[in-house]
């Protein structure tokens, strides 16, 4: 017997649409027939479909699962005019032009591009009821690549050196706060552009770095993260209790830079969903604006491994060697790149106040050996496991882009050969070396004039984001700071 909306076209995405393009590799059409099978399986009754925006923050939409099942082969529609808004959801392109502001007559109008999800990142949301997550990959309805996706910026870094027969291997470090909720501010008054955001107090007393009485304060909190993590299949390694109020440090295992990327953006979301479902607010902000807070940074460890063997590339057996001759060329290449790789490292005007105010941040594009004042810190030197550290990000990077610019400045290093030049073991003493940016305007000018990333990236990105992060700095500049009326309202 036939079915008789067998030919009925799907009103979801575009028919046919992943197969008709061969958007998905072999992997991923294996995982989607198990995923149909899972979605039975587990009861699953709605289904998460997000992708990451240009900020580094997760977008998308909620479907219950019959409609999710069309998407594994139509996508799903989503207007890329999302693309055109600036941290606080301000639209900073004319959307309604003919190419929306962005160049590409495909993304006039504020219409729809075509989220097309990735079945290997398919997670149950253990706080969900029988709801599951998904990444999306980005596309136009032409089936062309989404220009402005980061995830898919990374996607094109990585296959040069996927090629050169090397896997970026990344392990990740990320400092946050988290704050118990006073007031939450739900009021219509405070709902402005960007809301008035909660008053909050801190989980315990500041300044016990690791102390064990601190850690059990917050302990309850921790371990309700790590169950919820660990349930989403990521690799934590630790959880602690860091310097100031209110402020720990989450690490995971090594991975691939793009399970890696996948992995930070799909924690971060937990964490803040999680906290605010139980009375908390967790915040990937570099420096909060409240007393006695301390900055927090996002350190990134980096390596480069065989692809065949998994070998390590950095590592070698010369005993009066620390690091390989390659794992130095990419440390040149971070060191040549490291004030335009800024932009991407630290993306925002706040992630600058670490930088300035903070002895223990670093502030010049310098190389040591397990010295953690340097930029780029060479740890577990002469170890199979050696490898580089950036100390200089902050947490509220988007991932795709800091491994993407990181991986084009490495990769330039080896490709040309470069020397960093013997490690400095007293960083804040090199006052002749390269200095990182102090502000946001800083790396966006050194990004600006950056051939490297231009090339590397593309004219079309850079010049996306030169133009996103201006916005921002234009706002910031015409808004009147606390700092300003002190300084100059009564005296002047």
């Known amino acids: 017997m036939s079915n008789k909306n067998e030919n009925v076209v799907s009103s979801i995405g575009l028919d046919n649409f992943i197969a008709k393009h061969g958007l998905w590799n072999k992997e991923q059409k294996a995982a989607a027939k198990e995923l149909v099978k899972r979605l039975k399986v587990d009861e699953i009754k709605y289904v998460r479909v997000t992708y990451c925006d240009q900020h580094g923050l997760t977008r998308g939409k909620m479907l219950p699962v019959k409609q999710f099942v069309s998407v594994l082969k139509n996508g799903l529609a989503s207007t890329h005019a999302i693309f055109a808004m600036d941290s606080a959801n301000n639209i900073f392109l004319?959307?309604?032009?003919?190419?929306?502001?962005?160049?590409?007559?495909?993304?006039?109008?504020?219409?729809?591009?075509?989220?097309?999800?990735?079945?290997?990142?398919?997670?149950l949301l253990p706080w969900g009821d029988h709801t599951g997550w998904v990444l999306s990959d980005l596309y136009l309805k032409s089936g062309a690549v989404m220009p402005?996706?980061?995830?898919?910026?990374?996607?094109?870094?990585?296959?040069?050196?996927?090629?050169?027969?090397?896997?970026?291997?990344?392990?990740?470090?990320?400092?946050?706060?988290?704050?118990?909720?006073?007031?939450?501010?739900?009021?219509?008054?405070?709902?402005?552009?960007?809301?008035?955001?909660?008053?909050?107090?801190?989980?315990?007393?500041?300044?016990?770095?690791?102390?064990?009485?601190?850690?059990?304060?917050?302990?309850?909190?921790?371990?309700?993260?790590?169950?919820?993590l660990t349930a989403l299949e990521l690799p934590i390694r630790s959880l602690e209790d860091e310097w100031g109020p209110g402020q720990c440090e989450i690490t995971m295992e090594p991975l691939p830079a793009m399970q890696a990327a996948d992995a930070m953006v799909l924690m971060r979301s937990t964490l803040k969903q999680l906290a605010r479902r139980n009375g908390y607010l967790v915040t990937f902000m570099c420096k909060p604006a409240l007393p006695n807070v301390y900055s927090s940074g996002w350190h990134l460890h980096q390596s480069l491994v065989d692809?065949?063997?998994?070998?390590?590339?950095f590592a070698t057996s010369n005993k009066n060697e620390s690091v390989s001759a390659i794992g130095l060329q990419y440390i040149a290449g971070l060191i040549e790149h490291a004030r335009a790789c800024t932009a991407f490292s630290n993306p925002t005007i706040n992630g600058y106040k670490r930088m300035n105010s903070n002895a223990l941040a670093p502030n010049r594009a310098v190389w040591s050996v397990d010295n953690k004042a340097a930029?780029?810190?060479?740890?577990?030197?002469?170890?199979?496991?050696?490898?580089?550290?950036?100390?200089?990000?902050?947490?509220?990077?988007?991932?795709?882009?800091?491994?993407?610019?990181?991986?084009?400045?490495?990769?330039?290093?080896?490709?040309?050969?470069?020397d960093p030049g013997p490690p400095l073991n007293d960083p804040y003493a090199q006052t002749d070396k390269t200095p990182l940016p102090?502000?946001?305007?800083?790396?966006?000018?050194?990004?600006?004039?950056?051939?490297?990333?231009?090339?590397?990236?593309?004219?079309?990105?850079?010049?996306?984001?030169?133009?996103l992060k201006r916005h921002e700095i234009h706002r910031f500049l015409s808004t009147v700071t606390d700092w300003e009326h002190k300084e100059y309202f009564e005296r002047f």
Not at 171 to 199: C, N, R, Y
């Open 94 to 123: 004319p959307v309604f032009s003919e190419d929306g502001g962005f160049g590409n007559a495909e993304m006039g109008g504020a219409g729809d591009m075509v989220m097309v999800p990735d079945p290997t990142t398919f997670r």
């Open 148 to 228: 402005f996706s980061p995830r898919a910026i990374l996607a094109e870094q990585l296959k040069p050196v996927h090629k050169k027969g090397y896997e970026l291997l990344i392990g990740l470090e990320v400092e946050f706060h988290v704050f118990k909720i006073d007031d939450p501010h739900l009021t219509m008054e405070a709902s402005t552009q960007p809301a008035e955001p909660p008053s909050v107090s801190p989980l315990a007393h500041a300044y016990q770095y690791q102390g064990e009485q601190n850690l059990d304060e917050v302990a309850p909190l921790m371990e309700l993260f790590h169950q919820h």
């Open 307 to 313: 692809i065949k063997t998994g070998k390590n590339i």
């Open 375 to 418: 930029c780029l810190r060479l740890a577990n030197a002469g170890d199979p496991s050696v490898h580089i550290e950036n100390r200089s990000g902050e947490p509220a990077a988007n991932p795709y882009l800091f491994f993407a610019s990181q991986l084009a400045a490495g990769m330039d290093g080896i490709n040309k050969k470069r």
């Open 438 to 467: 102090a502000s946001l305007m800083e790396a966006i000018t050194a990004l600006d004039e950056s051939k490297l990333l231009r090339d590397a990236i593309g004219d079309t990105y850079i010049g996306y984001y030169l133009s």
